[in-house]
C-alpha cells in the first residue's frame, strides 16, 4: 500500500496560547471548539468580501487547456489512454499492479478488531492472477458506469491498521466517477475485478462498475459537446424506476457528462423539459459499452462549461463541501484532503494529480519547494505571501489558503484528526474529521511540531507560460 497516497490522518493540536487574530466586531462565536473560528467565517462570502477583485479571471480556458495538456505529457503520476499502444506487454503491465501496492507485512484488523490471518491475505494476493498477464494483449477501453472504488487489490475486504479506527481501509485507494475513461489491463482470478488504468490512477475496480467498448467509441464520449458539468459537491440523477442503472446515480463536483441527443419525448417516464437530459454509459448483458438517458433537475448545480477561474469561485466552490464528512480515498461517497482541493479545482477546469504527493511534486505546477523543518526563513517569507487559492502541502496533507484575519492566514481542508489544548494544558479531541475552516499558523502534529514548520511545498495554479 502506498504510504502517501491519500491524505495523512493528522493529529493535529491547535493550541490556545497561540494569539490567535481577534474576531470580528460583529461575529457571533462559534460553538464548535476551534479556536479563532467564528461562525461568519464558515460562509465564503466572508472570505469573498475581503478581496479586492475577486472576480478577476486568473486565466482564461485557453490558458488551463495548455496547461492540462503540459500536465498530461510531463506528470509521471498521469496517464494519456490515447497514447498507449495497440498492444500491452506483461512486463508494463505488471510493472502498473506492482506499483500500486506491496503485499502488506504490518499487522491488519477487520471491522470487529480481530486481526486479519495471513490466510486471508495471501488468497487476496492471489487473486491479482499475476501468473495470468499474457506476454502480450490487445489495449482494451472501457467507460466507468457509477462512483466505483479504486483498491489496492482486488478485494472489497476493508482493514485497519489500528484497532477500532474503522474510518481508515488501508486498501481503498480513491475512486472513479461515471463517465471516466480507463483502459483495461488485467482481471482476477476470479474474474469479478479489473486492473484499470484511468487518467489520473492506476488501481483495481470491481468488473461491473466497467463497460468495454472500442478505443474511439470511449476516447470521443468525454470530448463530446454540448455537456454539463457538476458544480455542485454532490448531486443524484432522477429517480428512474424504469432504468435502475441510471436511477439516483451519485455525480461529484467536476464530472462532466455529454447532454442526449432527441429527449423531446419522455425520459424513463418523465417529462424531460425541467430537466438536463445527460447520456450516460451502460453495461448490456456481456458487459458491454451501450447508452443510455438520464434526467439531472435543472435546479441542481451544473454549468454548460468549467466555471471562470476567480478567487471567489475558488472559495465558493470549496466551501460547498464544508461539513462534509472526511472520507479516505473517497471513502463514503466522500473524499480526503488532495480529492477535495483537485475537485474544488477541476469544477474550474483545471487538472491536478490524485494523491498529495504526486500534487506536491508535479513537474507541471508552479511549486516552491522546501528541505527539511523548522522555522526556517524561506518557510516565514512564503507564509507572509500566500494568496487565496493557494495549495499548502505537508507530509501527507495539504490546505487551501481562504484569506486573513487581522493578518494571520486561514485555510479549508479536510481533515480526519484534530485536537485543541485546553486552559489547563489537556488536549480536548476535536473530532473534526470533516472539510473544515482553522486558523493556519497555531496547527500542531500530535508530537508537538507546528504545521507550518514542516511544510514541504506551496503550489499556486499559474498559466503555463508561452514559449
Not at 54 to 60: A, E, G, I, K, S
Not at 164 to 171: P, S, V
Not at 303 to 328: C, K, S, V
Request: charged share 20%; net charge positive.
Amino acid at each position: 500500500m502506498r504510504s502517501y497516497a491519500k491524505c495523512v490522518v493528522l493529529a493535529l493540536l491547535l493550541v490556545f496560547a497561540w494569539p490567535f487574530p481577534a474576531p470580528a466586531a460583529n461575529a457571533a462565536h462559534h460553538d464548535g471548539g476551534v479556536p479563532g473560528v467564528e461562525s461568519e467565517y464558515l460562509s465564503p462570502q466572508f472570505w469573498i468580501a475581503r478581496l479586492r477583485h475577486p472576480d478577476r479571471v486568473l486565466f482564461d480556458a485557453a490558458d488551463i487547456a495548455r496547461r492540462n495538456a503540459r500536465m498530461t505529457r510531463i506528470d509521471p503520476s498521469m496517464h494519456d489512454l490515447a497514447s498507449l499502444p495497440a498492444q500491452l506487454p506483461a512486463m508494463r503491465v505488471r510493472g502498473w499492479i506492482d506499483a500500486l501496492a506491496k503485499p502488506p507485512t504490518a499487522a491488519l484488523f477487520d471491522d470487529s478488531g480481530q486481526r486479519i490471518q495471513a490466510s486471508v491475505l495471501e488468497a487476496v494476493l492471489d487473486n491479482r492472477h499475476l501468473d495470468g498477464i499474457p506476454a502480450m494483449q490487445a489495449t482494451r477501453y472501457g467507460l466507468v458506469v457509477r462512483r466505483t472504488a479504486l483498491r489496492s487489490f482486488p478485494s472489497a475486504l476493508r482493514v485497519f491498521s489500528t484497532i477500532g479506527d474503522t474510518d481508515i481501509d488501508r486498501f481503498q485507494e480513491s475512486a472513479l466517477f461515471p463517465g471516466t475513461p480507463v483502459v483495461i489491463a488485467h482481471r482476477s482470478r476470479d474474474r469479478h475485478w479489473l486492473f484499470v488504468i484511468s487518467p489520473r490512477y492506476a488501481a483495481w475496480v470491481a468488473n461491473d462498475a466497467i463497460a468495454q467498448g472500442e478505443r474511439q467509441q470511449v476516447l470521443a464520449y468525454t470530448a463530446r459537446r454540448p455537456y454539463r458539468m457538476v458544480t455542485d459537491a454532490t448531486l443524484r440523477t432522477a429517480f428512474t424506476p424504469e432504468a435502475p442503472a441510471l436511477s439516483r446515480l451519485q455525480l461529484d463536483m467536476g464530472v462532466q457528462l455529454p447532454l442526449a441527443a432527441n429527449t423531446t419525448d419522455a425520459v424513463n417516464g418523465q417529462n424531460p423539459y425541467a430537466s438536463w437530459a445527460v447520456e450516460l454509459p451502460t453495461r448490456d448483458a456481456d458487459g458491454m459499452l451501450a447508452f443510455a438517458p438520464a434526467l439531472i433537475a435543472r435546479t441542481a448545480g451544473t454549468a454548460p462549461a468549467p466555471l471562470p477561474l476567480t478567487r471567489a469561485n475558488i472559495l465558493r466552490q470549496a466551501f460547498r463541501f464544508l461539513g462534509e464528512r472526511y472520507g479516505w480515498g473517497h471513502d463514503y461517497e466522500a473524499r480526503d484532503c488532495s480529492g477535495f482541493v483537485s475537485e474544488v479545482y477541476r469544477s474550474m477546469g483545471v487538472l491536478l494529480p490524485r494523491n498529495t504527493s504526486d500534487q506536491a511534486r508535479s513537474p507541471a505546477l508552479d511549486r516552491l519547494h522546501f528541505d527539511g523543518e523548522g522555522a526556517t526563513p524561506a518557510r516565514r517569507a512564503a507564509i507572509d505571501q500566500l494568496q487565496v487559492g493557494d495549495l499548502v502541502y505537508l507530509p501527507g496533507h495539504v490546505v487551501l489558503v481562504i484569506g486573513r484575519v487581522n493578518g494571520a492566514p486561514y485555510v479549508i481542508h479536510d481533515i480526519h484528526g484534530g485536537n485543541v489544548r485546553d486552559a489547563g494544558g489537556a488536549l480536548r479531541p476535536l473530532h473534526l474529521n470533516a472539510v473544515s475552516v482553522t486558523p493556519l499558523m497555531p496547527l500542531r502534529f500530535d508530537d508537538g511540531t507546528r504545521f507550518v514548520d514542516r511544510i514541504t511545498d506551496i503550489v499556486r495554479i499559474r498559466p503555463v507560460e508561452t514559449p
